[in-house]
């Protein structure tokens, strides 16, 4: 289960930081990333970091937002930051997961959280 929050209202300019919790009886995390997906638009990804290696980010927010996490606690944060009326989507956390109980990893998606640009 992946529980987000952070998200809310803000004034162009301003900064927001989004944290997602997995939960579950979970042996490892991989890839773990944000998606956003604006009105009337498809979703598409924002950052996204491996457990190991590099981390990616979408051009239009590259210098802006800050994808990092927490290992110990299952976590993944978006700082976002120079925020701009265009950055308002519903965010989704996204994680690939592997149960104890298994031997594969299983794609998982937060229920998402609204953030609004607007002055």
């Known amino acids: 289960q992946l529980v987000e929050s952070g998200g809310g209202l803000v004034q162009p300019g301003g900064s927001l930081r989004l944290s997602c919790a997995a939960s579950g009886s979970i042996s490892s995390i991989n890839t773990m990333g944000w998606y956003r997906q604006p009105p009337g638009k498809q979703r598409e990804l924002v950052a996204s970091m491996p457990s190991a290696g590099n981390t990616n980010y979408a051009d239009s927010v590259k210098g802006r937002f800050a994808i990092s996490r927490d290992n110990a606690k299952n976590t993944v944060y978006l700082q976002m930051n120079s925020l701009k009326p265009e950055d308002t989507a519903v965010y989704y956390c996204?994680?690939?997961?592997?149960?104890?109980?298994?031997?594969?990893?299983?794609?998982?998606w937060g229920q998402g959280t609204q953030v609004t640009v607007s002055s």
């Open positions: 996204n994680a690939d997961v592997r149960p104890y109980y298994s031997r594969n990893y299983f794609n998982y």
